[in-house]
């Protein structure tokens, strides 16, 4: 489901509530997998939270609401490290508006961080989140979601770097200034433009990572072929198992395990499973004349309210149906370490970000449930502690030897 789409029944459902995470950990998970998920340094590298910050006032020392399924208690119980917020912007916003945009969900990161700060820090590097996991505390990054917010200026990469930004992904489902997204439409560059190519020089020489994951297949091999740096897919599964225009072919993958970057497997069941993502079109065309009658009642209300209000009514159908189970998770992270390699997978979970996870997956605090699939399948602790967070740590730092080696502000 698209996520503007995913945006719209905040306030139709406002007393709806969304799944809550167990107070305690499964008893499916035993000792031993607690042990190695707790000894590993959980890094997600994608959640959509900012936008429930600004828009929906949410604290994160708050319970989880209306479908939320990020807060500090599910963080602390999944024994999560660091974490990318991400700034979103519909794409329909104009440049100026993507950028105010940014800036503003930036800004509710930090009154997060600085509301929280025995929980939570702002961290730029590698050597900052584990400093941060040392001091018992949440490392905090800012990732960005659409080129738009760049406003066609490669100049705007330092100020987005100095904000903390530290991977761009340089469309959303649509296409920019930079690149062709991944839309089943014609291309407007095939691939990514000449502005795009010099982003990505900028990006290695700032010390930002690329983001592959809403690009299309031609602008992701041109941009792992131009950057000098390891990319980032940061929430994408495997094509081979779900035929979704948002996974990745192998050859992708591949290529991504050549350059020496990774792939952050997403949690959302519509790419994981084509037949839950088959019942979730049905359900939505079936619903149809609701959902447009909500967006009608809405035209004259604030955008907050016509962004968010459709958002609960698919989150609630979605949720209504029957989930896929924790194993199709763990069969995509199986298959990108087949083809990859375990060097290159983490997770990117996508977490409030208008998905539906498998069932048992429900939030952050549920992490150690993939920790013990994984550990059931026969991985090595060594290896489940890299793709939980191991990897991503080794690539950030990569990126940051790589800025120094041309010049760039990377510590």
């Known amino acids: 489901m698209s996520r503007i789409s995913c945006l719209l029944a905040m306030t139709l459902c406002a007393a709806c509530s969304g799944p809550r995470a167990p107070t305690t950990l499964s008893p499916r ?15 997600d590298l994608h959640l959509d939270t900012p936008q429930r910050l600004l828009d929906r006032h949410f604290d994160l020392g708050e319970p989880l609401r209306d479908f939320g399924q990020v807060n500090l208690e599910t963080l602390r119980r999944g024994n999560v490290g660091a974490v990318f917020f991400v700034l979103w912007h519909a794409p329909e916003l104009p ?3 993507a950028h105010a945009r940014a ?4 800004e509710a990161v930090r009154a997060q961080v600085a509301r929280h700060p025995d929980a939570l820090v702002l961290a730029e590097s590698a050597d900052e989140i584990v400093a941060a996991r040392r001091a018992g505390k949440i490392a905090v990054l800012l990732g960005l979601e659409g080129g738009e917010a760049l406003r066609g200026d490669v100049g705007e990469l330092s100020r987005m770097h100095a904000l903390g930004v530290r991977y761009v992904g340089l469309t959303w489902n649509a296409h920019t200034a930079f690149a062709d997204a991944g839309k089943p439409d014609t291309p407007r560059h095939g691939g990514l ?5 010099a982003a990505i020089a900028e990006m290695n020489r700032l010390g930002i990572a690329v983001d592959l994951s809403h690009l299309s297949d031609a602008s992701a091999a ?10 980032l897919a940061t929430h994408s599964c495997a094509r081979a198992l779900a035929d979704h225009r948002r996974n990745l072919p192998d050859d ?5 395990a050549a350059n020496g970057g990774v792939v952050g497997v997403n949690f959302h069941s519509a790419f994981l499973d084509a037949a839950y993502a088959a019942r979730v079109a049905a359900a939505e065309k079936a619903h149809a004349p609701e959902l447009e009658a909500l967006t009608r009642s809405l035209e004259n209300a604030d955008l907050a309210t016509r962004m968010w209000s459709p958002f609960l009514f698919e989150m609630r159908l979605g949720y209504e149906l029957p ?7 763990v069969d995509h992270v199986e298959h990108l370490v087949e083809v990859a390699g375990v060097d290159h997978v983490a997770i990117g979970t996508d977490f409030d970000g208008g998905i539906v996870p498998p069932a048992g997956i429900d ?3 549920d992490l150690p449930e993939l920790t013990a699939a994984l550990l059931d399948r026969g991985h090595s602790p060594d290896d489940v502690r890299k793709i939980l967070g191991g990897n991503f740590l080794r690539v950030l730092r990569d990126v940051e030897r790589v800025s120094r080696e041309l010049g760039g502000s990377a510590r």
Not at 29 to 43: C, G, I, N, Q, Y
Not at 193 to 197: C, E, K, P, T
Not at 252 to 256: I, K, N, P, Q, W
Not at 323 to 329: D, I, K, T, Y
């Open 95 to 97: 440049e100026s508006g």
């Open 222 to 231: 041109q941009a792992i072929a131009v950057s000098k740096a390891p990319v």
């Open 252 to 256: 992708l993958v591949r290529a991504v």
């Open 363 to 365: 939030s952050p605090a």
């Open 193 to 197: 433009s000449a502005l795009g190519r």
């Open 29 to 43: 998970v035993p000792a031993s997998a607690e042990e190695v998920h707790r000894d590993a340094l959980v890094v």
């Open 323 to 329: 989930r896929p189970p924790l194993s199709v998770l």
């Open 103 to 106: 800036l503003a969900l930036a």
